[in-house]
């Protein structure tokens, strides 16, 4: 059986510059290699976006400041 993992995901488009609130994100499935934990959720809360982000896309820690 096999196991998928959830990560943090963009609810909707995002633009550069966006303080994100638990509104534009969802854990889902997949989870991407270098995606973020939904147990992150709350480090998350409060960043900064460095790039447009599509919806579902996952986030990077590379991706918010």
């Not at 550069?16 to 992150?40: C, F, K, N, Y």
């Not at 998350?44 to 986030?59: A, Q």
Request: glycine share 8%.
């Amino acid at each position: 059986r096999i196991i998928q993992q959830r990560c943090i995901r963009a609810s909707k488009d995002i633009s550069v510059g966006v303080v994100l609130g638990r509104h534009h994100l969802d854990m889902l499935r997949p989870r991407a290699e270098e995606g973020i934990s939904p147990s992150e959720l709350y480090d998350v809360i409060g960043k900064t976006t460095l790039r447009n982000l599509e919806r579902g896309e996952h986030f990077l820690w590379s991706d918010l400041k």
